[in-house]
């Protein structure tokens, strides 16, 4: 039974925020790239957690976590607000469509 | 004492200038106000005349002198002087003298012009042009520098142009008056040079401190050349006043002018100004400096008497007479004779003032006739006007008992003296020769204005004597052409009460300068004014009795003469004249001098003044405008490089910055998700490039 090390967590991190950054690029739905977003917190929160496991214990990364969780909380609520006003702007939330910073 | 005076004589001196003022900004609205200005110079009359007998009586031989400073430069640089400009009032009894004689004819003036000018337009400017003269005469009379002289000998230029020019819608008269300006502005130059001679050397305008420093031998530049000069400068200012010859053009003309304007400012006061100038300096003139002045004094009355001869129009001969006599002063002054030469500008103010009010009653009697061929008979008409014309005329013929005999005889005698003394033998031909030609002139006038049958009779039925305040003037003024007022004898005016108080002045001349009969006996004191020596004294009574018989024999035969011809009819005028034509019309035309002076000066001038306007159009012009080619083909040069290379610059480099902008404008496509990849594909570059590098 081989040792579960620090790297291992940080693979399970790294695809979590691939998986996240993927989402938020390629995905049309303005849900699914929120979604890809809490991915990437997600992924982040795995790092603060396994960095502060394998280095001696320390609170710090867990308290770190919370408050990422609660950031992002607060951020999905905002985002959802955003899309549920850019549904109503443009009676869709395809993000390929919604290129108004262009001009 | 000598304050009241100074300061009497100073409210004589402003009392007609606030009447200028006051009736020049009110004539219009008050109707009655020349009265005002009349009653002016009535208080002038009494004062001067109160300050003149106090002079004359209480103070003979003292001079009053008040001065101030009125400008003073300090200078800081040790090669320029500081200048001090002083003003003051000097009288003596020169000056006094003067003040009445002014006084009296401008009150006069005034009193004829309330009738004279009646109806005219501008008649209240009149006489605010008036009080401007009068002021202004009194000024020159008073001062005792040369920097108020020359002040208020522009002053007294500006109201003679006023005055000529009184009726300047009359093209004659708008000439007459810029002729007068001009002539005047010649013989000021001279006069400003001269004046300007004298400050440079001496660093004042006063009379007495320049004449105290030439005393004591301080000549300008150190040459008696220019102590010549300066006096014949200065009398270039005379030339030009007194209308001398080559000047005397404009006095003539100057007749276009109201009347009694002739007779205060073209015959009594204003022209005189110029001998009295004249006599101020007379103590610096040179013997040099005389004779010159002696012989344009001789040249001039000659002349002038000779056109008097010939001219039609009454005031044309009065006005030759005025040049002729004001000719006749200035040569007294240049043959040493100062006494009389004031004497006689005193008396010839009063007389030739008569005479020209008398023709300005005869004018106006005559509804504006000047021209004496129109004339006639208006000896019952008028009868006061003729009989005060009589008398004037007996005093410029020079007939014993008048006053004009006193001051003429002396006039001849010392020509006739200064003729022996000098050699100079034509200026006492000349004199004498002008005597009787006036005599002959003058009793022409009488005889074609008073005598003989009416030549115009409609305008004869119409003439009437003129009211009181026209006669009345005449009437003081042929008084005083009378001999009691200036000496007791009849005969010789030298101890009589007149020349008692006008005594040649010493000449402050070094010797050498001097004309040797002016220089005195070094072995007798000086005990009174006399400047001359006993061989001078000697010769003028040596001559005494012939110098009276000749002036009285020349008189009687220009009086004869003029009865013979114009009286008794006993020659054809016309006749005389169609028989001797060239000479008629060359003394009829005044010897063709202003045509003379059209042709070289004025036709010259404007030929120079055309050629200056073609050098103007063509050179100067030429040259603005090639500049202005010049610089408009170089900043049009400019305009191109501006527009190629620095506007080609900027526009270059927008357009590199347009490319630049429009490449990167294509990766900015507004959708969020693109900006992340290029986020992504940045950091993992710079991931790369921190790595490797």
Same mark, same amino acid.
């Given at each position: ?9 940080? #693979? +399970?991190?790294? =695809?979590? *925020?691939?998986?996240? !950054? @993927? ?9 699914? %790239? /929120? ?12 790092? #603060? +957690?396994?960095? =502060?496991? *394998?280095?001696?214990? !320390? @609170? ?9 969780? %609660? /950031? ?32 | ?693």
């Amino acid at each position: 039974m081989e040792h579960i090390t620090l790297n291992h967590f940080l #693979f +399970v991190s790294i =695809s979590l *925020f691939l998986l996240g !950054l @993927i989402a938020i690029i390629i995905r049309k739905n303005a849900i699914m %790239v /929120l979604m890809g977003v809490e991915l990437i917190l997600n992924s982040a929160n795995i790092n #603060f +957690v396994a960095f =502060s496991r *394998f280095s001696g214990n !320390l @609170i710090n990364g867990h308290v770190y976590t919370l408050v990422v969780i %609660v /950031l992002a909380a607060a951020e999905a609520a905002i985002g959802l607000a955003i899309v549920l006003n850019l549904y109503r702007l443009n009676q869709n939330i395809n993000v390929d469509e919604i290129d108004q910073l262009k001009n | 004492m000598d304050q009241l005076l100074i300061n009497l004589s100073v409210a004589t001196l402003f009392i007609p200038i606030i009447g200028f003022i006051i009736v020049l900004l009110f004539g219009k609205r008050f109707k009655k106000l020349f009265l005002f200005e009349v009653v002016l110079l009535g208080i002038n009359l009494l004062l001067s005349i109160y300050i003149a007998i106090v002079k004359l009586a209480y103070y003979p031989m003292q001079k009053f002198v008040s001065e101030f400073t009125w400008i003073h430069f300090i200078s800081t640089s040790k090669y320029v002087p500081s200048i001090t400009f002083d003003l003051g009032v000097m009288l003596d009894n020169v000056t006094v003298i003067m003040l009445f004689v002014v006084n009296l004819i401008s009150f006069l003036v005034h009193l004829f012009s309330i009738e004279y000018m009646h109806g005219d337009k501008r008649y209240s400017r009149y006489f605010a042009y008036l009080g401007l003269f009068t002021f202004s005469m009194l000024g020159i009379v008073l001062t005792h520098n040369l920097l108020m002289i020359y002040i208020f000998w522009e002053l007294v230029g500006v109201s003679s142009y006023l005055l000529i020019g009184f009726w300047f819608e009359k093209w004659s008269a708008a000439n007459a008056s810029k002729k007068a300006m001009l002539m005047n502005r010649v013989g000021d130059t001279g006069l400003l040079l001269g004046i300007l001679i004298l400050f440079t050397n001496y660093g004042t305008f006063t009379f007495d401190k320049i004449f105290q420093q030439i005393a004591a031998g301080n000549l300008p530049f150190g040459s008696y050349a220019w102590l010549t000069a300066a006096g014949i400068l200065i009398f270039m200012g005379a030339v030009g006043k007194s209308a001398q010859f080559p000047l005397h053009l404009w006095l003539p003309d100057a007749m276009e002018g109201p009347t009694p304007v002739s007779a205060l400012i073209h015959a009594a006061t204003m022209v005189a100004a110029g001998v009295y100038l004249v006599a101020r300096v007379f103590v610096m003139l040179t013997a040099d400096a005389l004779l010159f002045i002696a012989v344009i004094g001789a040249i001039t009355s000659f002349i002038a008497a000779t056109i008097a001869f010939t001219q039609n129009d009454i005031k044309k001969v009065l006005a030759y007479s005025t040049v002729s006599q004001l000719g006749y002063m200035i040569m007294a002054l240049g043959v040493g004779a100062y006494s009389y030469a004031f004497f006689h500008l005193v008396t010839h103010a009063f007389f030739k003032a008569c005479m020209f009010l008398g023709s300005g009653s005869v004018i106006h009697a005559m509804h504006h006739e000047q021209d004496m061929r129109e004339m006639g008979g208006l000896k019952d008409k008028m009868p006061i006007t003729f009989w005060t014309f009589i008398i004037a005329t007996l005093a410029i013929s020079g007939v014993p008992f008048t006053s004009g005999f006193l001051s003429k005889d002396g006039i001849l005698l010392a020509t006739l003296a200064f003729g022996k003394l000098t050699g100079h033998w034509l200026i006492p031909i000349i004199a004498y020769s002008v005597a009787g030609m006036t005599a002959f002139y003058m009793f022409r006038l009488i005889y074609l204005v008073f005598f003989g049958e009416p030549r115009n009779h409609h305008k004869y039925e119409h003439a009437h004597e003129s009211p009181i305040v026209m006669t009345l003037p005449l009437i003081i003024l042929s008084t005083l052409s009378v001999f009691w007022w200036y000496s007791l004898n009849p005969i010789d005016p030298s101890n009589g009460v007149f020349l008692e108080k006008v005594k040649t002045p010493n000449s402050i001349v070094p010797d050498v300068q001097r004309f040797q009969f002016m220089i005195q006996d070094k072995a007798k004191e000086v005990v009174n004014n006399i400047t001359h020596s006993e061989l001078y004294m000697e010769t003028l009574h040596h001559f005494h009795y012939t110098a009276l018989a000749m002036s009285l024999i020349l008189a009687g035969l220009g009086i004869l003469l003029a009865t013979y011809i114009y009286k008794w009819r006993k020659i054809d005028v016309d006749a005389l004249a169609e028989k001797i034509k060239p000479l008629y019309l060359f003394s009829l035309n005044k010897w063709y001098l202003d045509e003379f002076v059209q042709i070289v000066f004025v036709n010259s001038a404007l030929k120079f003044s055309k050629a200056l306007a073609w050098f103007d159009l063509n050179v100067v012009d030429g040259i603005v405008n090639g500049s202005a080619f010049v610089l408009r083909q170089i900043s049009a040069l400019g305009g191109l490089i501006d527009k190629y290379i620095v506007d080609g610059a900027v526009n270059l480099t927008a357009e590199i910055i347009g490319v630049f902008g429009k490449g990167f404008s294509k990766i900015q496509t507004g959708k969020v998700q693109s900006y992340v990849l290029y986020a992504v594909f940045s950091i993992i570059l710079l991931f790369f490039i921190v790595k490797f590098f």
